[in-house]
């Protein structure tokens, strides 16, 4: 019986001295095969043609009555979502479409019950498709960092440039500083490319966080009027061009599935 009683404690010490030495079980950070990435980038913005037309407006009908201007186009919010699948452990596809969008807005009250509104507004849909190359990874427990170089092409669509003035209860003197009310929009579409960089961050989640840099190429010549489909010339006779090229600092949650 004691026999038994040593055998038994024997095998129970040893079962707990390699409970005690076996490795224990640790999250590892996950890379799913297809994410979901949704992005919000502030990016600088050219503006082209537009911004000029702006600033001639600026000149002829509001600085020579000592008004300040509207201000021109150089900054916007893109915001995107696109499907990123790994064909390899370092090369991802990914595709995708965003919105860029972005105004420019001045009041004015030349006299009581009068109102000015000057508005110059600017829109684009890039879709765009191209590849992300990944660096070898950081690993840190359960976290996975991982730098990257990318790009595409994109695909312009939906763009419009638009500037109107909404005069309200408007008289003699108040048509004769900012002229009666109008509405111009130009529209066209147009190929482009873009180039980024930036690191990919992997937690023990279906979650992760891209941060990076995006350079957009994006010029789109030979705008319409959006009315007549008839080509915009600017002042000095050449096509109008909408410029919505810019550089811009990307901030994405990925979801994986």
């Known amino acids: 019986m004691i026999r038994h ?21 640790q999250a590892a950070a996950e890379v799913h095969k297809l994410s979901l990435v949704l992005s919000g980038m502030p990016t600088s913005v ?21 008004l300040e ?6 900054f916007a919010w893109e915001f995107d979502a696109s499907l990123r699948y790994f064909v390899r452990s370092n090369l991802a596809m990914d595709v995708g479409v965003g919105q860029l969008r ?8 030349p006299a009581l019950l009068q109102d000015v509104t000057l ?37 312009l669509v939906g763009n419009k440039a ?42 023990a989640s279906r979650f992760s966080i891209v941060l990076g840099a995006v350079y957009r190429s994006a010029v789109i010549r030979n705008m319409l009027d959006r009315d007549t489909r008839q080509p ?13 090229s810019g550089v811009g600092a990307k901030m994405a949650l990925g979801i994986g599935f």
Do not use: C, W
């Not at 024997?10 to 030495?21: D, F, G, M, N, R």
């Not at 111009?184 to 180039?195: F, L």
């Open 102 to 109: 972005t105004q420019s807005k001045r009041e004015y009250l």
């Open 46 to 66: 050219d503006g082209g043609d537009f911004n000029k037309q702006i600033e001639r407006y600026n000149e002829l009908q509001l600085n020579s009555h000592g």
């Open 162 to 203: 638009l500037v109107e003035q909404v005069v309200s209860n408007g008289d003699s003197v108040t048509f004769a500083t900012f002229g009666r009310g109008f509405r111009t929009a130009y529209v066209s579409d147009s190929p482009g490319y873009y180039m980024e960089v930036g690191g990919h961050m992997f937690f």
């Open 5 to 25: 009683r040593l055998g038994a404690i024997s095998a129970l010490v040893a079962t707990l001295a390699l409970a005690a030495h076996a490795p224990k079980a």
């Open 69 to 74: 201007g509207l201000k021109q186009i150089s």
């Open 232 to 244: 915009v010339l600017t002042s000095d006779g050449k096509p109008f061009t909408l410029d919505v």
């Open 119 to 155: 508005r110059a507004e600017l829109l684009s849909v890039p879709v765009h498709a191209g590849a992300v190359y990944y660096l070898a990874p950081f690993n840190q427990g359960d976290f996975q960092a991982r730098a990257y170089l990318g790009g595409g092409f994109l695909s």
